[in-house]
């Protein structure tokens, strides 16, 4: 697969994975318009792909990502810019969260210091999230007299209707602790060490799962989650049957019987 060239992000695959690191670790990773471009290139190549089972987001210099790009957001203030600019540039930002929330890989987000605003909301649009202790995190929109629209309805998919409202109206800080009781975070880990070793651990684990089966169960449950309830029977079925009528079934009960690891089963580098 070619990947789409970057400047901003650094792009690592390696074993069927693909690590995106948001690499600005100057200006603290920050969502600028280059960064959510390439990144949103990036995903779109990879989504059409089963090469890879799965893909990292982590920012360079021990930083995730410190959200929207205020010098940007300070622009837009100015009277001289039009309403019309401020809705592309937030619908371009929801895009990119759709695209995250959606993609048929397993997105996993490895947090090492911070991740505000709407670098929270983008953590929050990963299957897993992995995060140290001594992170920090924080919808602070409010804090600054704006609204965290785009990431609302992921950190309300994350957190719960009731702790995302507390969070988002209080614009609340926490640490990796706070990050786990609040359901943010999947694990925590006491440094960087303990956080890399439970990312290996859970690579090794999605490769003992079918790429195909992966994608299906993603959509599946993206499918249930506005259902009505009439909907949800057949919603299920047809899925069910698609997975049966694959190559990926086929193989994965037959080597269920043979007593032997199915084709897409591979050994994962847990360096």
């Not at 804090?143 to 614009?171: C, D, E, N, V």
Request: proline share 4%; with cysteine.
């Amino acid at each position: 697969m070619n990947l789409p060239a970057v400047s901003v992000l650094e792009l690592v695959p390696e074993d069927h994975w693909l690590t995106i690191w948001f690499n600005q670790p100057h200006i603290r990773n920050p969502l600028t318009d280059t960064m959510r471009e390439e990144l949103s290139a990036v995903l779109r190549v990879v989504r059409e792909s089963r090469e890879y089972r799965g893909i990292t987001l982590r920012g360079r210099g021990g930083i995730f990502c410190a959200g929207g790009d205020l010098k940007a957001f300070k622009s837009l203030t100015d009277e001289s810019q039009s309403r019309d600019s401020i809705l592309r540039m937030s619908r371009e930002i929801g895009e990119l969260l759709q695209t995250v929330n959606n993609m048929p890989q397993i997105v996993v987000a490895v947090v090492e210091g911070a991740a505000m605003a709407g670098g929270f909301g983008l953590a929050c649009c990963a299957d897993v999230v992995l995060c140290e202790r001594g992170a920090r995190f924080a919808m602070t929109e409010t804090a600054i007299g704006l609204s965290p629209a785009q990431i609302a309805p992921y950190a309300i998919q994350k957190l719960g209707f009731a702790t995302a409202r507390r969070l988002m109206l209080t614009a609340a800080r926490f640490d990796g602790d706070g990050a786990y009781q609040h359901g943010f975070a999947d694990e925590v880990a006491a440094d960087v060490q303990a956080l890399e070793s439970l990312e290996a651990e859970l690579k090794k684990q999605i490769a003992r799962c079918a790429p195909g089966a992966i994608a299906d169960t993603k959509a599946l449950l993206h499918a249930l989650k506005d259902a009505s309830p009439e909907r949800i029977i057949e919603i299920a079925a047809s899925n069910f049957a698609d997975r049966v009528k694959s190559g990926e079934a086929a193989e994965g009960i037959s080597a269920f019987f043979d007593k032997r690891s199915p084709c897409w089963s591979q050994p994962v580098d847990s360096r």
